[in-house]
Structures are given as C-alpha cells and as structure tokens.
C-alpha cells in the first residue's frame, strides 16, 4: 500500500482560491499550471466557494488530480440566505440557511430560530463546522424580511456586496448642520441669476445635478452655460461626510429607489439645482456660432437660479410642437446638440444608444406594467452638453493655451481599445445573420452595423455583444484617452452629487484656477490620486452589477404573471445544457434545457454559438428567432423557464 502511495502522490503541495460547483467538486488556479487543478467532490474538505486552500496534487491514472489538505483564509464567513423552517420535525436540532453561492446549506439551531420565520432572507455567520457534519454550523445574525418583497432584495443586495446604506447620526447632523449654516460668499462667484435657466430630468429625479443657462448676445452669438452643482464647496476634503461619500463613491439607483452617496438633505435638497431657488454652481461657460463653432470659453465658480424644471417628456414636446415654454432657447440648445453630436461621429464616435427597461410599481412596490425607454433628441440635448464640458475641462487642465501637454495631473475617464478575440467572435456570429464587420475600418463599420439593425429582432442581442467586446471605461490619472467616444482627453466633472469621481475633478479644477490666491492647498501624490481612481472604478463596477441584479428580480416578479403564455424571442447563447432566449416583449432572458426539446436531440456545436439537431441536422444559431412557452421563475436565482414551441 506504501508504494502505491508514493506513486499516487505527486511530490508537490500547492495554495490557490478553490472555485466549487453546485455539484460538490471543485477547481483550484494554481499560477504553474496552464488548466485548473480538478478536486473531487470527497476531497474537498469543508473548503468553500473563494477559500485560499493549500492542496497536495496527486495522478489519478495520466489526470493530476488535487486534495485540499488546509484552509489557509476563508473568503467570508458570512452568508445571506433563505431560513428553511418547514417540514422540520419536532425532533429535528436544526433549521437550515440556503445561499446561492455556496454548495451547501447552513444549519442553526432550532432553539435559536423562535423568533424567525420560514422564507426570511438573512445574514447568517458560520460559527464552527465539526467533522460528524456534512454541513457547517452558524448563526443568524441580521434578519432582512421575506425573501421576494422589495426592500428584502435591495438590502440583502446592498449588505452581499457590502455596500453601505445607512448614514450614521453623527453624519446625518454633520449634514444638518452644513445645511443651516449655508453662508454664500459672492465676491468671486460669476452671477448667472439673471440669465434664462433651467434643468431636464427624468420624471421621478430629485438630485439636479446640472442646469443649462442661454443668451442671445447678437445675430450669429450665443452664450451657452454648463453649470453643474457645486457639491465640494459644501463638502469639505477630509470631513466625515467627505469620508464616507469616498467609502460609497457612487449612489445607487434601484427601480423606484435611490441609494444616495450624500445624505437627502444635501443630494436632494442644498446641492440640488431646484427651480426659483439661488444654487451655488461649477461652470462651463462659452461663446458659440451659428455654425457650432466655439469662440470663447470661461470656467469657474457661479450662483445660479433655475427659472424651470423640464422632464425630458416635456421636453421633447417642445422640440416636436415646435411651441412652449423657453421654446427658443430649448431649440436653439437642440440644434447645436445636433452640431455636436455630428461633430462627435465625424471623428469616429461610437453611436450606441440602449434601450432601457423601465416599470410603474404599485404602493406595494411590486411591478405592474413594463415599459421600454429610448434616447429622445431631449436626452441627447442633455448628453451632447455633458460630453462637450466633460471634454472641454479635461483639455484645459492637460493642455497649455498653445496645445502642448501641460503634465498637470488630473482624474481622466479612460476607455481602452476593444478585446480583438471578442470583435473576431462577433463577426463571426453576424455574419450568419447577413451583416459584416470591416476590422480595418471598425468604429465606421460598427455605426453602419448599429444603423443596420435598428429595429429588428436581433438588435437587443448584437448591441449587447458590441457593448461585451468593448473594453470597461475606468478612472485613471494616466491618460489614454475614450476610444467609444473618440476624444484625447476626458473627464467625469457633471455629476458630482452622485460621483465621487467628479468631487475629484472639482477639486482639481478649483486648484489649478486659484492656484495663485491658494497657496496654501498641496496636491496629494499621483498615487494617492491613482488609488483613489482605482476604488471609484471599483465601486462603479459593483453600483452597476446591483443595479442589475434587481432590475432583474423585478423582470422575473412581473414576468410570473404570464406563466402558461407564449412569446417569441432571440436565441442569445448556449451552453452544454442550455439555450438563452431573449424575450423580445420583456428585453430579459430566459433558459430552455436542451434536454427538453422535444423536436430533436440536440448538442453545442464545437464553435459554442450553434447547435445541431442529432437526428435532422437542423441547426440554430445565435440570433434565430423561435418561439417558447414561459413555464415557471425562480425568483430567488433570477431564473425564467421557458420551453421550446418551434422555430419560426
């Protein structure tokens, strides 16, 4: 036995962060090794999803195999699950914790759950896992409500990403007192009050974070300002509020729910750019021609007074009547978007304009109706501007009045080239479909695709794939410059109630402006600028797959009323097992097993973006149109379950 056993084991122990399925076995990285070591499903040893394990590799036959001998670093002890309570006898020691993420169920005592319910959602800690279980013991530390209601999800979403959601009571009178002892000083402040100005926002929008101000000043001029909320005049650098808005680094938008990253007080009420009121403002102000052309530009500190809050609806009534309040200036800001927006294409813009799900919730916050909202000229009025002083800031921090690079630092919203694999994967799944991506000419050849599938059935599904080749944009000090949006240099400076981003870029700008009257005020390092860039992005990263994860949920809470009904929808993905359908009525997707269509056996083509038919031969590709039957969700895994009908 001896023998065999040196064999078997493979001289050579190793650490690595174990991946376990939801079948029991397990993979572990391992940097020497080009494929991961497979651990079986007895050999994994109470590890968990994400644990740092040490495991000895061994041969099985010619297959190296690997067995975790030690948990050297759980990744979290900490779980949000769903409370199982019923069908427990009364002779059963324990109710049990199921979490999605790890492979098996928690228990906790039955003695502890009295005051629990069956299907709450809550936080549960393991606190020991002795060798006669095959499950870890816990305890329920943080009970959120019943799994499936509204505010169950977002703060057990918000606590699983660790998110903060509550502002302590030291912070909320830190908040308080900033907004009684408002002092507004305007010696150096540029007065706008008297100029015609107004904000557009969405319908349900309470934190204005920018306004626009316009005036005629002769037959071919105009004055055009950008003034966005002066958010760090308030905040100030170092402050607990300041601290903790950094912590956050974004606000949160959930359907008919906001996260802030400031207190209300502040992001809602102070900060805001509320109509009829005077509001301390950051602008861009410039000279612009009938032609689109920039004559002269100013930036710097304001007071303002919005004359107006538009929705976008109203908005773009104005545009269409061609009548309405501010009608004139509202068109003439109209049509020099279109200049810019040109402009912006000419030199090799991308143009992707996503539709976005949306719903009207009932008082029970529970989604009644489904509606799609599109990019109206009024939104890309708004855009246009933002883009234009986002751009035009981050030119006059980077470059000298003649055009040579000034080295100052700055914070830059940078988006990198595309993924070539992912560009060569997606000309290859539309090409079936009749459409042709030119590599060497791609920002032209994308725009031509994106004019070319407007409307179809298909375009949900390629705009997703163009938007999954290009590279994530990020915050960075170093400067490569926006590849989507083809511009050299540029920032994130007009939203700054919701980014900390921007509070960044306020703070820059102001110093660069005042550097001669502050003499006082240092820079940080670059690396501590960078740091800060990295943990913005980061945080953004996290903000968006929430955002999500609950729009989501409630795509599949207002879905299970059709059950039994019939749809059509477009193939957007295989696995081994499965078949993704984007439902064209809901823009979600939805999951067919391959095993239950009925029509034919059917396996994943080698190339992973078609199937083949055992029998007939028939094969589906990613963007065929076919038509399924919603037979069930699964609301806590965010999963709709359809069966195949036919294609059609």
């Not at 979490?99 to 606190?127: A, E, F, G, T, W």
Request: proline share 2%; net charge positive.
């Amino acid at each position: 036995m001896k023998k065999e056993r040196r064999k078997k084991y493979y001289n050579n122990l190793s650490t690595g962060f174990i991946n376990i399925t939801n079948y029991g076995y397990a993979f572990v990285h391992i940097k020497e090794f080009q494929k991961d070591i497979f651990i079986p499903k007895n050999k994994t040893h109470q590890a968990l999803e994400g644990d740092l394990v040490k495991i000895r590799l061994y041969y099985k036959g010619v297959k190296m195999e690997g067995e975790v001998l030690k948990i050297i670093k759980r990744k979290t002890k900490q779980f949000i699950g769903i409370l199982k309570k019923s069908n427990i006898q009364s002779d059963d020691k324990y109710g049990i914790v199921h979490n999605k993420n790890i492979h098996v169920d928690i228990l906790v005592s039955m003695k502890k759950l009295d005051k629990y319910h069956h299907n709450d959602k809550v936080l549960v800690q393991i606190i020991s896992w002795p060798k006669t279980l095959r499950n870890p013991l816990g305890k329920i530390i943080k009970v959120f409500g019943s799994s499936g209601e509204y505010k169950t999800e977002i703060y057990s979403l918000l606590e699983e990403y660790k998110m903060s959601y509550k502002f302590s009571e030291k912070m909320e009178n830190e908040a308080q007192k900033i907004f009684s002892e408002q002092i507004i000083d305007l010696s150096f402040r540029k007065d706008m009050r008297n100029v015609n100005t107004f904000t557009i926002d969405p319908l349900n929008a309470k934190d204005f974070d920018d306004a626009l101000s316009i005036r005629k000043l002769n037959t071919d001029i105009w004055e055009i300002g950008v003034h966005i909320s002066d958010v760090s005049h308030y905040i100030k650098e170092g402050s607990l509020l300041d601290q903790e808005a950094y912590l956050r680094a974004t606000s949160i938008y959930f359907v008919g729910e906001v996260i802030p990253m400031l207190p209300k007080i502040l992001s809602n009420n102070l900060c805001s750019l509320q109509p009829k009121k005077d509001k301390l403002s950051f602008s861009y102000i410039f000279n612009i021609n009938s032609q689109g052309k920039i004559l002269k530009s100013w930036f710097g500190k304001t007071i303002i007074r919005s004359d107006r809050k538009f929705t976008y609806e109203e908005v773009q009534c104005i545009i269409d009547q061609k009548t309405g309040d501010y009608y004139e200036d509202i068109y003439t800001l109209f049509s020099f978007s279109k200049i810019l927006i040109q402009n912006r294409l000419k030199n090799g813009g991308i143009y992707l304009e996503k539709v976005e799900v949306k719903f009207h919730l009932d008082e029970k916050n529970n989604p009644i109706s489904l509606y799609l909202e599109k990019n109206n000229d009024a939104h890309r009025l708004i855009e246009e501007f933002m883009l234009l002083t986002n751009r035009k800031i981050s030119e006059f921090v980077s470059l000298n009045l003649n055009g040579i690079p000034s080295n100052k630092l700055y914070i830059y919203r940078v988006h990198d080239k595309p993924d070539f694999q992912k560009i060569l994967f997606l000309k290859k799944i539309i090409e079936p479909l009749g459409y042709f991506l030119d590599l060497k000419n791609l920002k032209i050849s994308i725009n031509h695709l994106l004019k070319q599938i407007k409307g179809k059935p298909e375009q949900n599904m390629i705009e997703n794939l163009i938007l999954r080749s290009m590279s994530k944009a990020k915050y960075s000090t170093k400067n490569i410059g926006h590849y989507g949006l083809s511009f050299i240099y540029y920032t994130h400076f007009t939203s700054p109630i919701r980014r900390y981003s921007d509070i960044i870029a306020h703070r820059l700008l102001y110093y660069y402006l005042n550097k001669k009257r502050n003499k006082k005020y240092k820079l940080k390092t670059i690396e501590c600028y960078e740091k800060q860039t990295q943990h913005c992005s980061y945080k953004e990263r996290l903000a968006i797959d929430i955002e999500r994860e609950f729009l989501k949920f409630i795509q599949v809470k207002y879905i299970k009323k059709f059950i039994g009904k019939e749809f059509y929808g477009i193939i957007t993905g295989f696995t081994d097992w499965s078949v993704y359908i984007d439902l064209l009525l809901f823009q979600t997707e939805g999951m067919v097993k391959l095993r239950d269509i009925k029509e034919d056996s059917y396996i994943l083509n080698s190339n992973n973006y078609s199937i083949i038919g055992k029998r007939k031969k028939k094969t589906y590709y990613l963007g065929d149109k076919v038509k399924v039957k919603l037979i069930d969700v699964n609301i806590e895994k965010k999963q709709i379950i359809l069966d195949w009908i036919d294609h059609t």
